[in-house]
């Protein structure tokens, strides 16, 4: 097989609507992800000078006790 027969077979592979729309779908899924990239940068750079809202506990409130360790740790020292 010649190059411009290998080429051609390639050139042909690439108009197959199968492969068309598997690179629609790959093309959108980069998009989006580019999209939501650029949209974590904008907001990265809008709220650079805010830290007390970035760093702040939404969910929690100034009278709220803390929240309870992850990790059981009255149960760790029962069994010492």
Do not use: C
């Not at 097989?1 to 690179?23: D, I, K, R, V």
């Not at 093309?27 to 904008?42: C, E, F, Q, R």
């Not at 830290?51 to 309870?68: G, I, K, M, Q």
């Amino acid at each position: 097989m010649t190059t411009t027969q290998s080429m051609s077979t390639s050139n042909a592979a690439l108009g197959h609507p199968g492969t068309a729309a598997a690179f629609r779908k790959i093309k959108l899924l980069t998009s989006g992800y580019l999209g939501i990239s650029a949209l974590a940068v904008v907001v990265i750079v809008l709220m650079r000078h805010h830290s007390a809202e970035v760093n702040s506990p939404s969910a929690r409130t100034a009278d709220s006790s803390p929240p309870a360790p992850w990790w059981p740790s009255a149960s760790l020292a029962a069994r010492r």
